[in-house]
């Protein structure tokens, strides 16, 4: 236990400096990680990916907490919209996670490496948001929190990469869509994490410590290093060059994509 506790602090801390440095939630990153952690330590394969996933969406919620908590003192979050898209949040989180528990590992797998090959091509291009002056209804904005919601829960994500985008074409500064975006993280992990732990209970497959499909092991490893880190990631982040970042961490997500298509 004290080497592979070891290995989860480890990857907390790539976790959190990746993160802050680059500005996207960590899931990209401890989700493929994960997976191949729980290889090295003879996890079943037709279990992995879920477990995972369920364990990011857990790391998610307390370092989404502290997340929304900065943003919050800094008045970067916009309650209308969050409450607007809230319903849609939570219940797009429960009906990814069901999607994703009737999918093999494998399925799961390819189509986690091709949202991560597609979030790497963004990146690449430089492709940012385009800037919106009209909110859209509750309508749409429900909607929009459930397919953010869904496809969060579906590979194991904060939904920043979705959210942000869909914020800034309503109308919001980035500053309110990144604080926002990171409140609407909150409830797609806790809803997320609670259902990967209800749809894989009692599944024989699962290794020792593990509630459903989250590792508790690994939960505490990454949680206990990811959050001071990812502070040091942000002062990275205002030093180093801008540009250079942004293709250094596509090529990173581009080789992790290949890897799962592969």
């Not at 680059?22 to 990153?29: D, M, N, S, T």
């Not at 290093?225 to 502070?231: G, I």
């Not at 961490?249 to 080789?255: Q, V, Y």
Request: hydrophobic share 55%.
């Amino acid at each position: 236990m004290v080497p592979i506790m070891i290995g989860y602090l480890a990857l907390g801390v790539l976790a959190g400096t990746l993160a802050g440095v680059f500005g996207v939630g960590g899931g990209l990153i401890i989700v493929p990680a994960l997976v191949f952690a729980f290889g090295m330590q003879g996890v079943d394969s037709s279990v992995a990916m879920h477990l995972a996933i369920g364990t990011s969406l857990a790391t998610i919620v307390v370092t989404g907490a502290s997340s929304t908590w900065g943003h919050m003192k800094k008045g970067s979050v916009k309650y209308g919209w969050f409450l607007a898209l809230l319903p849609g949040l939570m219940l797009g989180a429960i009906v990814g996670v069901f999607v994703a528990g009737n999918l093999t590992s494998g399925l799961l797998g390819t189509l986690f490496g091709l949202f991560v090959t597609l979030v790497a091509g963004k990146m690449a291009l430089g492709r940012g948001p385009k800037p919106g002056t009209v909110a859209p209804g509750r309508l749409a904005m429900g909607v929009a929190g459930g397919v953010i919601g869904a496809v969060s829960a579906l590979f194991g994500i904060g939904g920043g990469t979705l959210t942000i985008p869909w914020l800034s074409r309503a109308g919001a500064r980035m500053t309110e869509a990144v604080g926002t975006s990171a409140a609407c993280g909150l409830p797609i992990a806790i809803f997320g994490a609670l259902t990967f732990m209800a749809v894989g209970w009692g599944n024989p497959a699962l290794p020792s410590w593990s509630t459903g499909f989250v590792s508790w092991p690994a939960l505490v490893g990454i949680v206990l290093t990811s959050v001071p880190f990812a502070r040091l990631g942000v002062r990275l982040a205002h030093v180093l060059p801008a540009h250079i970042l942004r293709l250094a961490f596509a090529t990173l997500l581009a080789g992790v994509g290949l890897r799962f298509l592969l």
